[in-house]
DNA sequence: CAGCTTATGTCAGTCTTGTTGACATTCCAA
DNA sequence: TTGGAATGTCAACAAGACTGACATAAGCTG
């Protein structure tokens, strides 16, 4: 990493010679605003028995309903075996349902009970307020940014599962 | 989440009406990014018998050379115990040196060795490689909106030690 | 100096969440 | 129809977070 430059501005927007330092602003600026992104959640978690692997479940079954234990481990990339842990709690707490498939009948649909659904709104909403706030706090060219470089950041596969998600929306 | 209204566009410059659904956008890239951020080190860091709490200390004591533990304790946010193992073994490793304080004997003064240091160095390129991709692809004034937004998203306090770390920067 | 506070380290125990290994069930294709 | 592939479950273990209790050393204050 001998490359390093000064970093040039012409009227504010500045050319990509990006040193070290400035690199390593934006590492630590993503360390530092994650803990902000999961704490509210995982303030309202802490109370219940749950965590954020089960916030995570919780929310992608939310955003594709019927989603397969197969599908839900691609998108979170974890083992099988660690998201059923986690699956079978929240079946047995009343949160999620598992319906066995009409056509595979290997495969597990998975669905928000109204219980279920109404602590997904309860994590959504702690965590959409902090993220209102931030994106009003910083502007709308910003959360454009924010967006993309987000997006540029994300492994192949997952910029796949991303995109995919995205453009499911209703 | 009653006053979801749809976003509205002039001139490519959105006014600040945030649908429910751009922002869950934002925190799924949340998701997905940080799951690229430390994906390299973490690829180096299960080489080793080390893991990302590892690297978040060598991290910040190259950052603050000479910084107390209770000082790398603020900035981590985690309990003393839970860095002290981690510490334990980076000291017993030989790449974390404790120095007893001159003017105050009961501080420890946290040092990188130099085998310490080149491990540091592995780490962050990977890391900022990656990052300096992503900041290419989305271009200028999209990273000035990424760190925006990251900043009003952190903690108030976290927010004021970043701010600390940034511009001790030399 | 005595006693309180601070900084650090350690031991023990628990919890969440990741891992691998083994196994059961179901489907599909040779 | 049978063997392999896909899917999901159970069990055991490891990392790394937590709390609580306690020890030690050093600074500070009356």
Redesign the interface.
């Known amino acids: 990493?001998s490359d390093a430059r000064p970093a040039q501005s012409f009227g504010g927007?500045?050319?990509?010679f990006?040193t070290?330092?400035q690199?390593?602003?934006?590492?630590?600026?993503?360390?530092?605003?994650?803990?902000?992104?999961t704490?509210d959640p995982d303030r309202i978690l802490a109370e219940m028995a749950y965590g954020r692997a089960h916030h995570?479940a919780i929310?992608f079954i939310n955003?594709a309903p019927g989603t397969t234990v197969n599908n839900l481990l691609a998108i979170l990339?974890v083992t099988k075996q660690s998201l059923n842990r986690v699956l079978r709690t929240l079946i047995a707490d009343g949160l999620v349902e598992s319906r066995v498939g009409t056509q595979d009948k290997r495969e597990r649909h998975l669905f928000l009970t109204p219980e279920g659904a109404a602590l997904e709104?309860k994590l959504?909403?702690a965590?959409?307020i902090?993220?209102?706030?931030?994106?009003?706090?910083?502007?709308?060219?910003?959360?454009?940014?924010?967006?993309?470089?987000?997006?540029?950041?994300?492994?192949r596969e997952?910029?796949r599962?991303?995109a995919n998600?995205?453009d499911s929306?209703t």
Chains 1, 2 share one sequence.
Request: charged share 30%; glycine share 8%; aromatic share 10%.
């Open positions: 990493m927007e500045s050319l990509l990006l070290d330092e690199l390593r602003q934006g590492i630590e600026a993503m360390f530092f605003a994650y803990r902000g992104f704490a995570r929310h955003r990339g709104s959504s909403d965590q959409r902090r993220m209102r706030s931030a994106y009003k706090e910083a502007g709308p060219d910003a959360v454009a940014g924010f967006r993309q470089v987000l997006e540029a950041m994300m492994d997952m910029r599962t991303y998600l995205r929306a």
